[in-house]
């Protein structure tokens, strides 16, 4: 026995647009009402089921993209503020990475394990250069000085003057251009001078950059008395060019010969 269609089902899955004016049920695409003959709108109502119910459209879907565009954003501003901290910052923790990352550079100067000699009416010097992109750039250290003593100094102590074995050096820390100057024994600035002193804390910054200079022990102001001279040189800089990229552009330029 064949069973009659479920009429309540074909209901729900038959959908009629009404017209605007008079409620005539309208067919798939008519311009104008056979009722009424009112002209269709182009915006209709939502459409109805049989028996008045409403047919609920679904919401438009949201733009994901959009949103994903807002997220990379966001975590690209807070990568930049992140790095922008972990450079300029003297936070142990951002110390620690500018080592890591190769912008933050320790070399040591000079680290006497014996003192060396100065003769009297000379000088000792000791270059070094900046690499390029050099910034915060501060040399530091300690050093100490004595006099080399002989009979004979011995033999003078207390006679005349006021007795004393003069034990006071000079140190300098120059450009390449002033030392030139110095060395001809003309007056020239200097980025760090200590005067005549027994010993000192040597702590001066240089400016940014690359650059060639020389620390300096200078006995010149001393003719007949040598120094023996103790030192602990440390130069502290910060490069936006990382090592291994300095030491690969060396080796290329010494393999090309340019």
Request: with cysteine; charged share 20%; proline share 5%.
């Amino acid at each position: 026995m064949e069973t009659e269609p479920n009429k309540s089902a074909a209901n729900v899955a038959t959908v009629s647009v009404g017209c605007s004016k008079c409620g005539a049920s309208l067919p798939e695409g008519a311009q104008f009402c056979l009722k009424c003959g009112k002209p269709v709108s182009s915006t209709r109502k939502s459409p109805t089921l049989e028996g008045g119910a409403v047919l609920q459209t679904q919401p438009k879907p949201r733009h994901p993209r959009r949103t994903r565009r807002y997220i990379l954003w966001s975590l690209l501003i807070l990568l930049l503020l992140f790095l922008g901290w972990a450079i300029t910052s003297d936070n142990p923790f951002a110390q620690a990475m500018q080592e890591l990352a190769g912008w933050k550079h320790d070399r040591t100067l000079l680290e006497t394990e014996t003192p060396f000699v100065v003769g009297e009416h000379s000088f000792r010097r000791y270059k070094f250069d900046l690499p390029e992109g050099s910034t915060h750039v501060t040399i530091m250290g300690q050093f100490s000085s004595s006099s080399v003593t002989t009979g004979k100094d011995k033999n003078n102590k207390g006679k005349g003057g006021d007795g004393e074995i003069d034990n006071n050096i000079e140190v300098y820390v120059m450009s390449e251009p002033a030392f030139a100057v110095w060395q001809n024994g003309y007056a020239t600035s200097s980025v760090y001078e200590s005067g005549r002193v027994t010993q000192g804390t040597l702590q001066a910054e240089l400016p940014a950059g690359a650059g060639i200079y020389y620390l300096i022990f200078s006995n010149k102001f001393s003719t007949n008395t040598a120094k023996n001279v103790n030192a602990s040189i440390l130069l502290r800089y910060k490069s936006w060019v990382p090592g291994w990229f300095r030491s690969l552009k060396e080796r290329f330029v010494n393999w090309t010969g340019f």
